[in-house]
């Protein structure tokens, strides 16, 4: 076995021990990822547990395979997702909108909610749809953070005031060409608004097998403890630790916990085999994206060629026809 995958088995162990004993876990799990940057996702684990409303074990994901595992596990009852980059995401969006499909809990944020990056993740699991973006350059301004208005009334409002500022370095949204948002795309609901460009920062949804979801599309932060847009500051705000508690509690009260819990893999070597897959998969998503890129350069490269036809027939070959 791998390193890597020796490390994802270790923290979902508590989920495989009752998966070999044939002893199904008394509580539910909460899995958190955060891409490489296992500090956020320490700092986030830890406003869940400190919450008295969630009963359930929350566990660090170290890494991808990690949360594949996860989501592969009947005592998973849901996953929170930060990532940075795309990179942070390649594999996972089949799994994750799988274990949404059958009744999971997810919660999204940053380059979860942006369709280039996490592709059907944000159409479907997160219906922002958002292809454009509003950022700021400056870490450490003033306007790096996002201006939250109450739009909707939802249990994830609960105790919040009606508008309140969060420290980002900017938002995703579904825009036009040149940035202006366009409105709803999909078919969520949407508990609070940017201020500036009235776009969704908060969105959630529920499908029909109950799996319920929690995008955040606002939450852009850095790792980086001299700026404001620093991920502590995030977490000490009272309005996040709120907003979040209340997303991963409501996303958590789906289907999945009365229809899934205490059931089992069928057997190790079933979850073995998945293991083994795992490459393979991420390989496959990985060739994918670079089959797409390798399209649009390919179309791009069409548009320059024909761009420079039509200027040689419309400027340079009349010219020639009239000598000066």
């Given amino acids: 076995m791998s390193s890597r995958l020796a490390r994802a088995l270790g923290v979902v162990a508590l989920m495989l021990a009752a998966v070999g004993s044939a002893q199904p876990l008394t509580k539910p799990v909460i899995v958190v990822y955060t891409g490489e940057d296992e500090a956020f996702a320490a700092m986030l684990a830890s406003l869940i547990e400190a919450d008295g409303r969630m009963e359930s074990e929350v566990e660090v994901a170290a890494s991808r395979e990690a949360v594949i595992l996860a989501s592969a596990l009947p005592q998973t009852q849901c996953i929170v997702v930060y990532a940075d980059n795309e990179r942070e995401l390649e594999g996972l969006e089949p799994r994750l909108l799988s274990f949404f499909e059958r009744g999971g809990g997810l919660v999204g944020m940053k380059e979860a909610c942006y369709v280039p990056s996490a592709g059907s993740l944000a159409t479907m699991a997160f219906p922002t749809y958002a292809n454009a973006s509003v950022k700021e350059s400056n870490p450490n301004s003033e306007k790096a953070r996002r201006e939250y208005v109450k739009y909707d009334d939802a249990e994830i409002t609960s105790g919040l005031p009606d508008q309140f500022p969060l420290p980002s370095m ?120 670079r089959a797409n890129r390798s399209m649009v350069l390919v179309g791009l490269w069409a548009i320059g060629l024909a761009t420079c036809g039509l200027v040689v027939k419309k400027l340079i070959l009349p010219s020639r026809g009239h000598p000066a």
């Fill in 170 to 289: 900017g938002q995703y949204f579904l825009g036009d060409v040149a940035g202006n948002y366009l409105g709803m795309a999909g078919t969520g609901s949407v508990p609070f608004r940017d201020q500036q460009t009235g776009s969704p920062l908060v969105l959630t949804q529920q499908n029909s097998n109950g799996g319920r979801s929690v995008a955040f599309p606002g939450i852009w932060v850095l790792s980086l403890s001299r700026v404001k847009t620093y991920y502590g500051n995030l977490v000490t705000d009272e309005n996040f630790v709120k907003m979040f508690t209340n997303s991963v509690l409501w996303a958590s009260e789906g289907a999945r916990t009365q229809s899934r819990i205490g059931e089992d893999l069928s057997s190790l070597d079933e979850l073995r085999r998945r293991e083994e897959e795992f490459p393979a998969e991420m390989e496959l998503a990985s060739s994918r994206r």
